[in-house]
Structures are given as structure tokens and as C-alpha cells.
């Protein structure tokens, strides 16, 4: 019951088959949300419950038939489930919608990135601790009460949850330190870090100026290496009918509420124009399906002819 409500959230995936829109609207929105992930938890551990009378019951002590599995206690074992997966993807990636359907907002720590190896290694070693232990004591303990690893599960999850406080602190630091600097002559208005999977004391910050957002590397292990003017620059557009058009539409709307560093670009296309809205939180390369834009067509009139949502990774975005 732990394992299917825990990995249940991630069936939203299955909307990167319909396009970069159905993704962005679907993927870590209704099954991550609050209301979305209670239906599900009610819905699995029902679904136990009716799996577990249908199954042979098991004799147990003195002939006595084991007592059915009640929905009560299996609704808290799948609200464990569901709620740890949903805190762990607050905490990573691109965040959840956390009150879909009520209000489409994003709520993210954005302190790990989807897969995190330091993670995954304190995963597996409060997996191996109890088996260690065992070894190491296994005379010892001969004939006493087995082990039931519940101390290195509630280690492994302080470990994870202290892990998730360092990393806080080390973002709130290269915000900071982002924020203290000029790039090439101008002045921080915003700032934002984002984690790196290598080490979680390597951060990927954007900086708002008036005109311009600057990408530069924060080593928090080396700060005394890092130079401001070694970032990469990327202009804002200058206001035009067609910016202005683009980012009145329908489509712009939902993008911005997903997108957390949003910038534009305009390009003429002989008589109309095309507008693009990219998020800055993803390096320009970033092939994970979470890198989505906005494109929208425009006449000369700056009319729109068309929009769509496209995945950075496509080959042909």
C-alpha cells in the first residue's frame, strides 16, 4: 500500500504523450494536489481493502482467522504514501499545484533537482544499516527480539529532512551572494538559485537587471572564485505591439503562472512576428520535459495566428 500510493502521483506522466500542453498543465497538478492526492489515498487503500477479502485468508495462531484489513488503517498507510511524495516534489523539480482545481499556483522549494544522487544515497544506506546491524549483532541478539529497522527508518528520515534544511540555507546563501554583485555594469533587481544534481554546493543563479538576465555559476565552496562578469547574458525585448499582443493572450496567462523566471523574445518573420516565452530556470540545453515554452505567431497587425506549447528538447522547437 506504502509503495502504490507513494509512486500513484507519477501516472500524470503519462501526459507527455499528449504534448507539451497537456504536460505542463496536467504533469504534478491534479494527482500531486491536495484534494487529488486524498481521492487517491481513498481510492487505493479501498481498493486493498476489497483485494484483501477476496483473497484466501491466512490461519494464524490457534486455528483463529486473521482480522480483514480495515480501510482506517489503510488510509494512513496511503496518506504516508501519497504525502511523501508530494513534499518530496515540493521540495524538487518544478514543484506541484498544490490546491488544483481551486487555484492554479505552483508552490516549489525548488531546493533539489528531480533525481538527487545525495538523496538516493541516504535512501539506500538507511536501507543497508538494518541488514549492517544485523550482521554486527547477530550473536549478540541470538534468541532476543528481532530487529525491526524502525530506528534507521526514523534516522534516515531526520537524515533526508536535514539534508532538505542545509540545502535551504546554502540557496538562501547564493541569493544572497547574487544579490550583493553587479554584472558587467548593472545593478541586481532579482535573484533566484537553482540546485545543481553534481553538488549541492554548486547553484545556477539568474539575475534581473532593468534590462537584461544574467546566468553565472555560485560556488558556495569556492565563493572567493566568484566573478559576476562571467555570466552569460541574455536581453530583455523592448516593448512592441506584438510583446504587448503576446502577452496579453490566453496562453501567456497559463504560462506565467508555471514559468518562475519568465523571458520573452521577439523575432520578425518577414511582415508578422513570433514571440517566444522561455522560463530561465532551465539552462537553455535542458532536455527535461519540464522545459517547456511559449510560442505565438502574429500577423502584421499583431493579430495571433497561432500559439502552441513546445518542449525545448523537441527536435525541431
Not at 107 to 113: M, Y
Request: a negative charge; charged letters at 20%; one cysteine or more.
Amino acid at each position: 500500500m506504502l509503495v502504490a500510493s507513494g509512486l500513484a502521483p507519477d501516472l500524470d506522466y503519462a501526459s507527455y504523450f499528449g504534448g507539451a500542453s497537456a504536460f505542463m498543465r496536467l504533469h504534478r497538478t491534479a494527482l500531486h494536489s491536495l484534494a487529488g492526492s486524498a481521492v487517491m489515498a481513498c481510492a487505493i487503500a479501498g481498493a486493498f481493502c476489497v483485494l484483501d477479502r477476496r483473497l484466501p485468508q491466512k490461519k494464524v495462531a490457534q486455528g483463529a482467522a486473521r482480522a480483514p484489513l480495515r480501510f482506517v488503517a489503510a488510509l494512513a498507510v496511503c496518506a504516508v504514501g501519497a504525502a511523501g511524495h508530494v513534499l518530496l516534489d515540493v521540495a524538487s523539480g518544478v514543484g506541484v499545484q498544490l490546491l488544483w482545481p481551486f487555484r492554479a499556483h505552483w508552490t516549489g522549494w525548488g531546493l533539489a533537482t528531480n533525481f538527487d544522487p545525495w538523496i538516493l544515497a541516504l535512501l539506500v544506506a538507511g536501507l543497508l544499516l538494518p541488514i549492517l546491524f544485523k550482521l554486527v549483532n547477530e550473536e549478540v541478539t541470538s534468541g532476543q527480539k528481532k530487529r525491526t529497522g524502525q530506528k534507521s527508518a526514523v534516522f534516515t528520515l531526520l537524515m533526508v529532512a536535514a539534508y532538505f534544511g542545509a540545502r535551504a540555507h546554502w540557496r538562501s546563501e547564493a541569493v544572497d551572494l547574487l544579490l550583493s554583485r553587479e554584472y558587467h555594469g548593472r545593478v541586481a533587481l532579482s535573484a533566484d538559485a537553482f540546485p545543481e544534481p553534481s553538488t549541492p554546493l554548486t547553484w545556477r543563479g539568474v539575475v534581473g537587471t532593468d534590462n537584461t538576465l544574467e546566468e553565472v555559476e555560485v560556488p558556495l565552496n569556492r565563493p572567493d572564485e566568484f566573478d559576476s562578469n562571467n555570466s552569460v547574458t541574455r536581453y530583455k525585448p523592448e516593448d512592441s505591439p506584438a510583446l504587448e499582443a503576446a502577452e496579453k493572450s490566453a496562453a501567456a496567462a497559463t504560462f506565467l503562472v508555471y514559468a518562475r523566471v519568465p523571458i520573452a523574445s521577439v523575432r520578425r518573420v518577414e511582415a508578422d512576428y513570433s514571440v517566444e516565452i522561455h522560463d530561465a530556470r532551465f539552462p537553455p540545453d535542458d532536455d527535461d520535459p519540464a522545459n517547456v515554452f511559449l510560442r505565438i505567431d502574429l500577423d502584421s497587425n499583431s493579430q495571433i495566428r497561432r500559439e502552441e506549447f513546445l518542449f525545448a528538447s523537441s527536435p525541431n522547437p
